[in-house]
């Protein structure tokens, strides 16, 4: 049992809590508030969250224990603030709701993008994007981005509804375009195995580096002369056919806690032997959820220290269709981490000679929860 002193609604309170115990839990079973809804319970349909200290948190995946000495905020505490009775006015005005399951959820999002937007008239786009870690499976999204659109005009004509204490920040993530070039000039000082990940856009690049034990010219010798077999490495990815003019097709499948991809694709690739380095671009579809996928994968095998290799990896992709609620955020780069750890333990067990049946039998809850172990350990300070 963990002790934790936390204010809740304004309200300061102590409980006797296990480890496993979630806030949203906490919230709804023990403080009996209920507003705040619980749907995946996986961090994908945000209709747990809750603000901590002022910023939107899945109090599905924020253990109780985390959270002591921080200031939650249910949707129960904003039944007087004027901000949020114009919301929900809002949401009424442009049937914004169905079932309501995902309301608020939606409306804790909701606010804390016209607080961030304020004064400024962000594109349909940017609003859907922000909206894209709340899922409403009744109404679709046109009425809920009308609401948003509605009081953000609202609030360019009377300030005084914003909160007092509400900071008024630019979104973090600026669009940018991607350095095509950063693969052969690596960001000095950036370890290996760690991640680096940009959005533009909608679409989302994510660098890694990881150290092989093998020499590059063995790993060089194997991608050039077995592709599949590499590509094999990596968890639900499968190489079904390799032309002589480089043309590919090839299908990977993952699976989030309830959403299983599976994309069929096709693409090219091209290697340039004197850099040892090469890059596939593809696009595929997911025929279950309608949704299409473009992106490239490019990949440098450099020199190590001691006769080891040095690879890097850039994946750059986008996500369109109903997919595309699940291609940014945090979990997402977590997920690849996990994918890349367990590529990279294949191609070196695969380089020995070794087995690599098992990367074939992608176990997707254990990757799913290893991705979200890795998080906890970030949160508790046990790792990286
Ligand atoms: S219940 Fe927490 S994100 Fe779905
Ligand atoms: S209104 Fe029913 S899930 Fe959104």
Redesign the pocket.
């Known amino acids: 049992m963990n002790t934790v002193n936390l204010t809740v609604n304004d309200r300061l309170i102590q409980r006797d809590v296990e480890g496993r115990t979630h806030l949203a839990d906490l919230l709804r079973d023990d403080l009996l508030l209920t507003g705040t809804h619980v749907g995946c319970e996986h961090g994908i349909c945000g209709a747990c969250t809750v603000l901590m200290d002022g910023r939107p948190v899945r109090s599905c995946i924020t253990y109780a224990a985390a959270c002591s000495d921080h200031r939650i905020s249910t949707i129960e505490s904003f039944d007087d603030e004027p901000l949020m009775a114009r919301l929900r006015d809002a949401f009424s005005e442009e049937h914004a709701?169905?079932?309501?399951?995902?309301?608020p959820g939606m409306l804790i999002t909701a606010r804390d993008i016209v607080i961030r937007y304020a004064g400024r008239q962000p594109a349909e786009r940017t609003i859907r994007e922000e909206l894209s870690g709340n899922l409403?499976?009744?109404?679709g999204y046109a009425g809920i981005v009308k609401a948003v659109q509605k009081v953000l005009a609202a609030v360019t004509d009377e300030p005084a509804l914003l909160p007092a204490a509400a900071a008024v920040v630019l979104p973090t993530i600026a669009a940018q375009d991607f350095d095509a070039t950063s693969l052969e000039a690596p960001e000095a000082g950036r370890a290996r195995g760690a991640l680096k990940s940009e959005q533009s856009g909608a679409r989302r690049r994510i660098e890694s580096r990881f150290g092989l034990t093998h020499e590059p010219e063995a790993v060089w010798h194997l991608i050039r002369n077995d592709i599949k077999a590499v590509v094999a490495c990596l968890p639900g990815a499968r190489l079904e056919n390799v032309g002589s003019d480089g043309e590919v097709t090839g299908v990977i499948e993952v699976r989030l806690g309830p959403i299983l991809t599976r994309i069929d694709g096709q693409g090219g690739l091209e290697y340039d032997d004197v850099r040892r380095r090469g890059q596939v671009d593809g696009e595929g579809v997911d025929s279950r959820s309608a949704s299409r996928a473009t992106g490239s994968v490019e990949f440098v095998v450099g020199d190590g220290e001691d006769g080891t290799t040095d690879m890097q990896v850039a994946l750059e992709f986008e996500l369109t269709g109903a997919l595309a609620q699940f291609s940014r955020g945090a979990l997402v780069d977590d997920v690849v981490q996990v994918m890349l750890d367990q590529f990279r333990a294949n191609l070196d067990r695969q380089l020995s000679g070794g087995e690599v049946a098992a990367t074939a039998q992608l176990n997707p809850m254990r990757l799913f929860l290893s991705a979200l172990a890795r998080r906890l350990r970030r949160w508790f300070g046990g790792g990286r």
């Open positions: 709701l169905q079932c309501g399951y995902c309301t409403c499976r009744c109404t």
